[in-house]
């Protein structure tokens, strides 16, 4: 069977939903200036469309860990492969994934950061799989929950493929 992709959140819903985070985002930081950080590759994407709906000042960094791990499954030891080019200290720092999974990757990676003082530290992510959660990770804002499917699409990947569908849907005929 060839590999097809099945739209699980369409691309009008996903844009309806950043537009939303973006103005809750503004709404909270009001009066602040906002530092995001983008977990390469799969969240730039997400950052890019959010960033454009945020109103408060914003400045990004970008960072690329790669946790060992399966195709479909990650083990939660965290290589950094780029870190930040720029310091935490004293910043409104939001963290932007595509996906919460077991939660390995972001225990691990919020731990690494939140030893370097920002100010604040808070986590946004397009998708959550609550439903896969082995660590304890506090989600601030949510795009969608999802069930326990594996998504492509909107910066997520199968493989390195699909990160540039412009909606989230679900691999099938996959062996
Ligand atoms: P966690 O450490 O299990 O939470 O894994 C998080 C990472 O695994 C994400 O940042 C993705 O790169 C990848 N991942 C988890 N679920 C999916 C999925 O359904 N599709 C594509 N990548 C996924
Ligand atoms: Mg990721």
Redesign the pocket.
């Known amino acids: 069977m060839a590999e097809t992709v099945k739209v699980l959140v369409s691309e009008e819903e996903v844009d309806k939903k950043i537009r939303a985070l973006g103005e809750q985002i503004s709404k909270d930081y009001a009066g602040r200036q906002v530092h995001l950080i983008c977990?390469l590759k799969?969240g730039v994407f997400f950052m890019c469309e959010l960033a454009k709906r945020i109103s408060v000042p914003v400045t990004m960094d970008f960072m690329s860990v790669s946790?060992y791990g399966d195709k479909t499954?990650?083990s939660?030891v965290v290589k950094i492969a780029k870190d930040l080019d720029e310091t935490l200290e004293g910043k409104d720092v939001l963290v932007i994934?595509?996906?919460?999974?077991?939660?390995?990757?972001?225990y691990y990676l919020l731990d690494i950061l939140q030893k370097r003082n920002p100010n604040s530290m808070r986590l946004c992510t397009l998708l959550d799989?609550p439903e896969r959660r082995v660590r304890d990770v506090k989600v601030d804002y949510v795009g969608f929950e999802i069930p326990d499917e594996?998504?492509?699409g909107y910066g997520?990947?199968?493989a390195q493929k699909y990160r540039n569908l412009p909606y989230i849907g679900v691999v099938e005929g996959v062996e």
Do not use: A, H, Q
């Open positions: 977990v799969g946790s499954s990650s939660g994934e595509d996906i919460i999974d077991s939660g390995r990757t972001l799989k594996f998504v492509v997520l990947d199968y």
